[in-house]
C-alpha cells in the first residue's frame, strides 16, 4: 500500500514542470534505504553502513530539490527592459542530473541561447533554471525541452536555442558500457527554428574555444 502511494506521488512530480511544495520524507527515505540495503544482501548495522540510509536520504532529496523551486520566484526582479536585440547567449553550464530509468547520474554541459524581445534575464538566473530542471528525476530530452520552452515563454524571447552534451553513467557503468559516448540533445523554438542563420550562428558560437583558451 505504501509503495503504491509513493509511486503515485513520484509520478505525478515528475510530471509536473513547475514542482511541488512538498518537500521530500527523508523518514520515508531512510527505511527504505535500510530495505535496499537488506535485499541487496548487506548488513545495515554494521559500521560503514549505520549512516548511510540517513546519508542517503539527504542526498536524494538534495537532488530533487529542483521539484520544489519556483521558476517565477526565481526570475522575480531578474527581467529587465532592453533595446538589446542581438543574440545573448550562455554556454558551459554544468548540471548533474539523474535518469529516472536507473535512478543513476548523468552530467555534463548545457548552453543555452535567446533573441530577446525587449527583456533580458540576468545571466546567472539562467543556470538556476538548468539547476531546478537537473535536479529532478530526468531524461536528457524532456530536461532539454523544459529549459527551453520554460526561457522562451518567460522571457517572451523571439527564440530560445539549448543544447544539452551529457554522459550517462546508467551508459557507463552498465548496459552497453559505453564510457566515452556523450549523448547530444538539443531544442530550437522561434527564431532559432525557424531561421537557419540563426540556428546557425548560435552552434557556431557555442563552439568556439572558451574565454582564455588559445584557439
Ligand atoms: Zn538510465
Not at 529542483?66 to 536585440?85: C, M, Q, T
Amino acid at each position: 500500500m505504501a509503495k503504491q502511494g509513493i509511486k503515485r506521488r513520484g509520478q505525478q512530480q515528475v510530471e509536473d514542470v513547475n514542482g511541488s511544495s512538498r518537500p521530500a520524507d527523508l523518514d520515508v527515505l531512510q527505511s527504505l534505504v535500510t530495505e535496499m540495503l537488506l535485499a541487496l544482501g548487506e548488513k545495515p548495522g554494521r559500521n560503514g553502513l549505520l549512516k548511510t540510509p540517513e546519508r542517503v536520504a539527504k542526498a536524494l532529496a538534495f537532488m530533487t530539490q529542483g521539484y520544489h523551486r519556483d521558476i517565477d520566484h526565481l526570475l522575480n526582479g531578474a527581467l529587465f527592459p532592453i533595446e538589446y536585440d542581438e543574440m545573448v547567449i550562455v554556454k558551459d553550464i554544468d548540471f548533474f542530473s539523474m535518469c529516472e530509468h536507473h535512478l543513476l547520474p548523468f552530467y555534463g554541459k548545457v548552453h543555452v541561447g535567446y533573441l530577446p524581445n525587449k527583456k533580458v534575464v540576468g545571466l546567472s538566473k539562467i543556470p538556476r533554471i538548468v539547476d531546478t530542471f537537473a535536479r529532478r528525476l530526468q531524461v536528457q530530452e524532456r530536461f532539454t525541452v523544459q529549459i527551453a520552452e520554460t526561457l522562451k515563454t518567460k522571457l517572451n524571447a523571439h527564440g530560445v536555442g539549448v543544447v544539452v552534451e551529457a554522459r550517462h553513467l546508467c551508459m557507463m557503468m552498465r548496459g552497453v558500457e559505453k564510457q566515452n559516448t556523450i549523448a547530444v540533445t538539443s531544442s530550437m523554438l522561434g527564431a532559432f527554428r525557424s531561421q537557419p542563420q540563426t540556428r546557425l550562428e548560435f552552434l557556431k558560437l557555442i563552439r568556439r574555444g572558451s574565454v582564455g583558451d588559445s584557439d
